[in-house]
């Protein structure tokens, strides 16, 4: 089968699941929004699936995911609460809100008791109950930067997902939890969640994103995040994408900053077949601090891509960018980070570094740290490095009584520390910190 049959066959199977999201909404709160739709979906037929000829792609080759003809799936809610036993971490006090094959499910989430100032509802009920915050700001920012041929999927075919909105001066305490569960099915199936988020100005809250599903299950998720941060407001956002070995992921973050904000995020992968994470972060406002943090963790065949941009727009700016890679097996990375600069963007600095780990000599891992600058008084550094183990460190450890087993799992733990040390939730670092000791004490090649 030539590309040319892959592109046509892949867009062929989601037209039929856009003329089934066009007759499920057509006659709801939603029906204003088919215009959008449609746009988008024109915008995905013209631009097709991305190939390794185009720039941004060049690392990462989707074939594998374009030969799979991806069904539309219904909601397998019968399995939905055994995985989510497993995936839901204890004593974690959050407002949680559960997707199953990209719908809400009530039955599953835990939204009651919401503080003051602070909106958690389903995209469904936001496109009538909100309509103007909705019509403002979805599919506003999102596609220009990253993945613009995914972002117009999203929108064409996203059925539900979240808006959350932290009112003026609001200061969220616990966690937003949002949980994207791909359930079993007998055929591969796609989901589209989509996720809106308006901090107002002087309002602070975290949120995290959790995508899972069954081991051995093969799906496609295509996710979309738009957040906006007015003035003075603060994000922490904490991002696991935990899918199935045999699972697609595309993610895309879109960040709009205003004056004096701040956005952290983590962005943590661990599943997939295939895995592509688009971050992007727009700094319109003077005195923005924006963290990106990032860490994964690859393992036989996987391929993990990271793509992030920020772009100084104004003066006066901080970013701080770390990206680590830990690879095993014959799998394979690639970190393509950029920071622009644009003119009059004054006393800008920003740091961006990629480190990576090979555990094997069949890993790989290709990293591109790239600088425009079209302001003369800014502070910008960027670097990458490729490495492995240290055996003195090893050899050192080993004298001191530990296995060799052991003291390359406690160097490789230490090499993840600096992302992981970060995470303020502590039974998320803790997850983190049991999948690294099981995956690489048991033997580091």
């Known amino acids: 089968m030539n590309q040319q049959t892959v592109q046509s066959t892949g867009r062929e199977t989601f037209r039929e699941h856009f003329q089934q999201v066009q007759d499920r909404f057509s006659q709801n709160g939603q029906a204003w929004f088919l215009n959008a739709r449609k746009a988008a979906f024109a915008r995905f037929n013209e631009l097709g699936f991305p190939t390794p000829k185009d720039e941004a792609w ?63 509802i389903p995209l469904t009920k936001a496109f009538s109950s909100h309509r103007e915050l909705v019509e403002k700001h979805l599919a506003k920012y999102a596609g220009e930067d990253e993945n613009p041929a995914f972002v117009a999927l999203n929108t064409a075919l996203h059925e539900d997902g979240a808006l959350i909105k932290v009112d003026k001066g609001t200061h969220i305490e616990n966690p937003i939890h949002l949980i994207f569960l ?33 081991q051995g299950s093969v799906y496609f998720t295509n996710t979309v995040a738009e957040a906006v941060l007015e003035d003075n407001a603060v994000l922490d956002h904490y991002r696991l994408q935990d899918e199935s070995e045999d699972a697609f992921h595309i993610g895309t973050v879109q960040i709009e900053l205003a004056r004096d904000s701040q956005y952290r995020t983590h962005a943590i992968s661990i599943g997939s077949k295939i895995g592509r994470n688009g971050i992007a972060a727009h700094l319109n406002g003077p005195g923005i601090e924006c963290v990106m943090n990032g860490l994964f963790l690859t393992q036989d065949e996987q391929h993990i891509d990271n793509h992030t941009r920020v772009i100084h727009a104004e003066p006066h700016c901080h970013s701080h960018e770390v990206f680590k890679g830990i690879l095993d097996g014959h799998s394979s990375g690639a970190f393509t980070g950029r920071i622009i600069v644009k003119e009059g963007a004054q006393k800008t600095d920003a740091i961006q570094s990629s480190k990576n780990l090979l555990l094997s000599d069949d890993a790989k891992i290709t990293p591109d740290p790239q600088l425009e600058i079209f302001a003369d008084d800014v502070k910008c550094t960027h670097g990458a490095t490729i490495g492995q183990l240290d055996t003195d460190a090893i050899f050192y450890l080993k004298s001191r009584g530990i296995d060799e087993q052991s003291a390359k799992g406690l160097l490789t733990y230490a090499f993840a520390n600096e992302i992981i040390e970060q995470i303020k939730i502590e039974p998320l670092r803790e997850y983190l910190e049991q999948i690294i000791a099981e995956r690489y004490r048991k033997g580091v090649h």
């Open 182 to 214: 791909s359930s079993s099915h007998e055929r591969p199936h796609s989901t589209h969640p989509r996720i809106l988020v308006v901090a107002e100005e002087g309002s602070e809250a975290t949120l995290v994103e959790r995508y899972v599903g069954e």
């Open 58 to 120: 060049k690392h990462t080759n989707l074939r594998p995911l374009t030969e799979v003809e991806f069904e539309h799936p219904q909601g397998n809610l019968s399995t939905a609460g055994e995985l989510l036993e497993g995936i839901v971490f204890h004593q974690f006090k959050a407002h949680r809100m559960v997707f199953v094959d990209g719908r809400f499910s009530e039955a599953h989430s835990d939204l009651e008791n919401l503080p003051k100032g602070l909106t958690v």
